[in-house]
């Protein structure tokens, strides 16, 4: 028979980078070009500021999933290696380690030992790295993956406020920028609810509370600094 159920942790390592990439997107290049736009600039000024805001913050966005998603896979690797280790030099030992997994979990002394050998005549590392280390390869780190999905949705974010700033006159550029972003940020939230099968009220107020903040301290920065200069 085969199963029906659909879930939703598969999408949990690109859907947190893609969600973050985006986010991060929007809420950035609008709260640059907020603040530009606050300090009296010119509209060419705006577009080239949060042009290279867009092309730094995605190589940041990249760089940095990368590297931190390649730690966190560097340390799942160095694990199962010592796993492999300790159970070509005490296999038994290991199987009590999995018996008292599974004691913890519910089973009884017998059915845990029984369910301990099954597992670990099959596949003792798998077994070992999805219960006792946590490990497994739908969770496991992907550090490309990660990168590629953060950067190339940062791009995307991002390209929405600039296309306000193509659109939108001069007159209207500040308010038109700061209520577009926070309906594209809203819109994030719902789908990112949506994919991860979480409550949309709670993912669109938060995303557009921490964006409607940046924007205006950033646009609040922009003027006081236009005022002075």
Same mark, same amino acid.
């Given at each position: 028979?085969?199963?029906?159920?659909?879930?939703?942790?598969?999408?949990?390592?690109?859907?947190?980078?893609?969600?973050?990439?985006?986010?991060?997107?929007?809420?950035?290049?609008?709260?640059?070009?907020?603040? $530009?736009? #606050?300090?009296? =600039? +010119?509209?060419?000024?705006?577009? /080239?500021?949060?042009?290279?805001? !867009?092309?730094a913050?995605? *190589?940041?966005?990249?760089?940095?999933?990368?590297?931190?998603?390649?730690?966190?896979?560097?340390?799942?690797?160095?694990?199962?290696?010592?796993?492999?280790?300790?159970?070509?030099?005490?296999?038994?030992?290991?199987?009590?380690?999995?018996?008292?997994?599974?004691?913890?979990?519910?089973?009884?002394?017998?059915?845990?030992?029984?369910?301990?050998?099954?597992?670990?005549s099959?596949d003792?590392?798998?077994?070992?790295?999805?219960?006792?280390?946590?490990?497994?390869?739908?969770?496991?780190?992907?550090? $490309?993956? #990660?990168?590629? =999905? +953060?950067?190339?949705?940062?791009? /995307?974010?991002?390209?929405?406020? !600039?296309?306000?700033?193509? *659109?939108?006159?001069?007159?209207?550029l500040?308010?038109?920028?700061?209520?577009?972003?926070?309906?594209?940020?809203?819109?994030?939230?719902?789908?990112?609810?949506?994919?991860?099968?979480?409550?949309?009220?709670?993912?669109?107020?938060?995303?557009?509370?921490?964006?409607?903040?940046?924007?205006?301290?950033?646009?609040?920065?922009?003027?006081?600094?236009g005022?002075?200069?």
């Amino acid at each position: 028979m085969r199963h029906g159920e659909q879930h939703r942790t598969h999408r949990t390592g690109w859907l947190r980078a893609a969600v973050l990439g985006a986010n991060d997107g929007i809420v950035s290049t609008a709260s640059l070009v907020l603040g $530009v736009a #606050a300090s009296g =600039a +010119s509209t060419r000024a705006i577009l /080239v500021a949060g042009v290279a805001g !867009l092309v730094a913050g995605a *190589m940041s966005m990249a760089a940095g999933e990368y590297v931190s998603v390649s730690s966190q896979s560097d340390t799942e690797r160095a694990d199962l290696t010592r796993e492999v280790k300790e159970l070509a030099a005490n296999p038994e030992q290991e199987h009590e380690e999995l018996v008292s997994i599974y004691v913890r979990r519910g089973l009884d002394s017998t059915l845990a030992s029984r369910v301990a050998t099954q597992l670990m005549s099959h596949d003792a590392l798998g077994a070992h790295g999805r219960d006792e280390l946590g490990i497994s390869d739908t969770l496991a780190a992907k550090p $490309v993956q #990660a990168a590629f =999905a +953060s950067a190339g949705t940062f791009a /995307v974010g991002a390209t929405l406020p !600039l296309l306000m700033v193509l *659109m939108l006159p001069n007159a209207a550029l500040m308010w038109g920028i700061a209520v577009s972003s926070l309906f594209f940020l809203a819109l994030l939230g719902l789908l990112a609810a949506s994919a991860g099968g979480a409550p949309a009220l709670v993912s669109v107020l938060r995303v557009s509370f921490w964006g409607a903040l940046a924007m205006g301290l950033t646009a609040a920065v922009g003027a006081l600094f236009g005022v002075s200069a």
